[in-house]
C-alpha cells in the first residue's frame, strides 16, 4: 500500500544532512521502509550536496538511477546521510557540514565516507541505506559501526547519478544491520542501466544461503601482517575458526602485489578526482562565482572557499601526477600495479572460493586521532585491493575488539556477489 | 621533492587557489606522499596489458529530456534562458 512515512529521528549523531519529514513510498519488495541515501547519489527535489560547500543548495533535477528503483520497489527516501566531503576520507570528518559520531562509542568516528550511512542503521534510525565505496567506503564504516556492509562487482549497480569522484573505483551498494537485509537491497538496485556504460547486465536474484561446506577460503598473509592490530587480527582468525567448524577449508595465500596497491590507489583516485571534480565551478550549480572576474581568478576565489582541505589536496595531487613529465612515473606505473592485483586475484581465486581477512587494520579511530593525510590513507590497505581488482567485498561483524566491533572481509570472484554474501550470512548464522 | 613554488603552480593549474599559510603544510604534506608514491618506480612494465575491454556505444537518439526551466534551476546566474558565467578574455 501506497503512503508516506513519518520521518523525523533525534540524530544525535550528526547521521543525516538532510531528513525528509514527510517520505512518500509505494508498494512492493521495500514497501514503506525508510532507506537513507549517501548525499552523493542524486535525489530528485532532495537536496544533494556530496557534504561539500560547494554544492550547498544543489536541487538535482533527475534521480539516481538506484533511486529509482528504490522508488520503484516501494521504499521511503528517508534522507540523506553525512559523509566524507565526496567520499574523500575515512572518518566522515571531512565532511562539510561536521562529523559523525560512532553511536557505538560517539567519542570515535563512524568511518567513512559513507559514515552517516551506517551510523543511521546502527543506531536503527533506518533499516538500510545506500552508501559508494570508492576504497572502502561502504566497508569501513560498517566495520566500525558493527554492521553489513557490500561493495557489489563493478558493474552491478548503476552508477548514473552517482556525482562521480573516482569512477573506475567506485560503485554504489547496500548497508544493514543484517545480511539478509543487504541482500535485499541488492536486489532491488543491481541491474542493466543504459545511462551506464559501464553497466553489466547482471541482475541480482538472490537469497542468502548459509551451506558452506567444502567451501576454500584463501588467507592471504598481507592482511595479518604488518600495520594489522593483533587484537584486530585475533578476532578475526577467530571467526574464521567458525567457517572451518561450518565445513569450509582454508588455505594460505599470498598477494605480493599489495606491497603497490595503496600507492597505485590514490595515484588513481587523485588523477580521476582531478578532472572529475573540475565541474565544480559554481557557475552551473553551487555558489556563485563573480562574473565581473576573470574565468581563473573566479573558479579559484570559490573552489577555495567551498573545497574544504583534503578535496583541494586530492585535486592538487591529481593534477600533479597528470602533468607533463611526471604521468609515466605515477599514473602509468599505478595502472600497471592495478593489472597486477587483478592478476594476484584470478591467480589466488584458481584455487579458492573466496579470500577472507579484516575489514580494516584497526578499530574505529578517536575522533581527531588522525590528522596526518598519510596515516589516513594507510588505513584503507587492506579495502583497496577489491576496488583495484573490480571483485565484490562484504564485510560482516565478527565480534570486538575493546569494546569496539570488528568486520570480517570477504572477498570473491569477479561478479560473485552471491556467494561473498552466502559466506557472511553462515558466519552471522552461525553466531546468532 | 616538490617546491613550495611547484605547489603554488599546480594549485593555479588546478584552479584550487592557495594562501600563503597554507602554502608550507601543503608542500610538506606532499613530499611525505609523494615520497611514498615512490615505490611505484619499482614495478616493472608500461601498462597496455590485454584485457577483456570494450567500448559501449549507442545511436545518439534524440529523447525527452529535462525541461529549460530544470537544466536552468540550480544556475546562481540566469540571464534569456543562458547561464551567466565569469568572462574569459
Known amino acids: 500500500m501506497a503512503g508516506a512515512i513519518d520521518f523525523s529521528p533525534d540524530d544525535k549523531y550528526n547521521a543525516f544532512l538532510t531528513t525528509c519529514k514527510s517520505a512518500p513510498h509505494g508498494s512492493g519488495k521495500l514497501a514503506g521502509i525508510a532507506v537513507a541515501v549517501k548525499d552523493n547519489i542524486s535525489t530528485r527535489g532532495i537536496e544533494t550536496t556530496c557534504a561539500s560547500k560547494i554544492l550547498k543548495g544543489y536541487i538535482p533535477p533527475y534521480d539516481a538511477h538506484v533511486v529509482g528503483l528504490l522508488k520503484d520497489a516501494g521504499a521511503a527516501i528517508a534522507g540523506k546521510t553525512n559523509m566524507d566531503e565526496f567520499g574523500m576520507g575515512t572518518t566522515t570528518e571531512n565532511s562539510g557540514f561536521g562529523p559523525t559520531l560512532n553511536p557505538r562509542d560517539t567519542s570515535r ?10 551510523a543511521a542503521v546502527a543506531a ?94 584463501g588467507i592471504p598473509q598481507e592482511y595479518f601482517g604488518k600495520g ?44 580521476e578526482a582531478s578532472s572529475n571534480l573540475a565541474r565544480f565551478d559554481g557557475v552551473r550549480y553551487g555558489p556563485a562565482t563573480d562574473t565581473k572576474k576573470s574565468w581563473h581568478d573566479a573558479f579559484q576565489e570559490v573552489r577555495r572557499a567551498a573545497f574544504g582541505t583534503e578535496v583541494r589536496r586530492r585535486i592538487m595531487l591529481g593534477t600533479f601526477a597528470l602533468s607533463s613529465g611526471y604521468y609515466g612515473k605515477y599514473y602509468a606505473k599505478a595502472q600497471v600495479s592495478r593489472e597486477n592485483v587483478r592478476a594476484d586475484f584470478n591467480r589466488i581465486f584458481r584455487d579458492v572460493d573466496v579470500i577472507a581477512g579484516p575489514t580494516m587494520p584497526t578499530i574505529a579511530f578517536r575522533l581527531k586521532e588522525k590528522t596526518d593525510p598519510l596515516s589516513m590513507y594507510l588505513a584503507d590497505i587492506l579495502t583497496v585491493p577489491a576496488n583495484l581488482a573490480g571483485i565484490p567485498s562484504i564485510s560482516v561483524p565478527c565480534g570486538k ?7 570480517l572481509q570477504i572477498m570473491g570472484r569477479m561478479f560473485a556477489d552471491e556467494r561473498v554474501v552466502n559466506v557472511a550470512y553462515a558466519y552471522e548464522q552461525a553466531v546468532s | 621533492m616538490v617546491t ?86
Not at chain 2, 611547484?6 to 600563503?20: K, M, R, T
Open chain 1, 124 to 217: 536503527g534510525m533506518v533499516r538500510m541505506a545506500l552508501g559508494s565505496d570508492t576504497g572502502g567506503s561502504i566497508r569501513c564504516p560498517a566495520a566500525f559501526c558493527g554492521i553489513v556492509g557490500l561493495k557489489p562487482s563493478y558493474g552491478r549497480v548503476s552508477r548514473y547519478g552517482l556525482i562521480a569522484y573516482s569512477n573506475s573505483l567506485e560503485q554504489i551498494g547496500p548497508l544493514g544491520k543484517n545480511v539478509t537485509d543487504v541482500s535485499t537491497l541488492m536486489g532491488v538496485i543491481a541491474g542493466h542501466d543504459r545511462h551506464d556504460s559501464t553497466s553489466q547486465d547482471k541482475p541480482y536474484n538472490h537469497t542468502p544461503n548459509g551451506d558452506i561446506k567444502g567451501l576454500k577460503v
Open chain 1, 109 to 118: 568516528v563512524p568511518g567513512g565516507s559513507s559514515g552517516g550511512s551506517a
Open chain 2, 4 to 89: 613550495e613554488k611547484d605547489v603554488q603552480h599546480i594549485a593555479e593549474l588546478a584552479d584550487v587557489g592557495i594562501s600563503p599559510e597554507e602554502l608550507g603544510t601543503f608542500t610538506h604534506q606532499f613530499n611525505a606522499i609523494l615520497e611514498y608514491f615512490d615505490i611505484l618506480d619499482r614495478v616493472e612494465g608500461s601498462g597496455n596489458a590485454e584485457r577483456d575491454l570494450y567500448n559501449v556505444l549507442r545511436e545518439d537518439e534524440v529523447e525527452p529530456s529535462l525541461s529549460q526551466d530544470d537544466v536552468l534551476k540550480n544556475a546562481p546566474f540566469r540571464e534569456d534562458g543562458f547561464i551567466k558565467a565569469p568572462r574569459v578574455m
Open chain 1, 401 to 407: 575488539s575493546e569494546g569496539m566491533p570488528v568486520g
Open chain 1, 228 to 271: 594489522v592490530d593483533p587484537q584486530v587480527a585475533s578476532v578475526v582468525k577467530k571467526a574464521i575458526g567458525r567457517l572451518e567448524e561450518l565445513g569450509a577449508t582454508t588455505v594460505p595465500c599470498s598477494i605480493p602485489s599489495m606491497e603497490y596497491a595503496l600507492a597505485a590507489y590514490y595515484v588513481t583516485c587523485t588523477c
